[in-house]
């Protein structure tokens, strides 16, 4: 059993995914996933700055544009950003509990 850290484009980090089930991983690996974990978590707040940052500038641009259609891709492209940064939200809260046999 162990838990890999694969590099999520769209979140712009990596993500674990434990393979079997959390409780049949050994302590160490446990406290190792859970140290790599929280270094990555660590990030997140200062990811969802960055994309903030990101839908002011695309929400700048639509405040000007005239064209609908382009309004429409601004407005998408929006809507994504918002999206990526509940997602990010979501993983930020997640935790893995440790087991009551590696407590």
Not at 24 to 33: I, P, R, V
Request: net charge negative; proline share 4%.
């Amino acid at each position: 059993m162990s838990v890999l850290f694969k590099y999520d484009s769209r979140l712009g980090l990596p993500l674990p995914t434990i393979h079997g089930s959390w409780d049949e991983l050994d302590k160490g690996n446990q406290e190792q996933a859970l140290s790599k974990w929280e270094t990555i978590r660590g990030t997140i707040p200062d990811r969802v700055k960055d994309i903030e940052h990101q839908i002011e500038l695309v929400h700048d641009q639509l405040t000007s544009e005239e064209d609908f259609e382009r309004s429409c891709e601004l407005n998408l492209e929006m809507a994504e950003l918002a999206s990526i940064i509940n997602d990010l939200w979501i993983w930020f809260r997640i935790t893995p509990a440790l087991s009551s046999t590696a407590a």
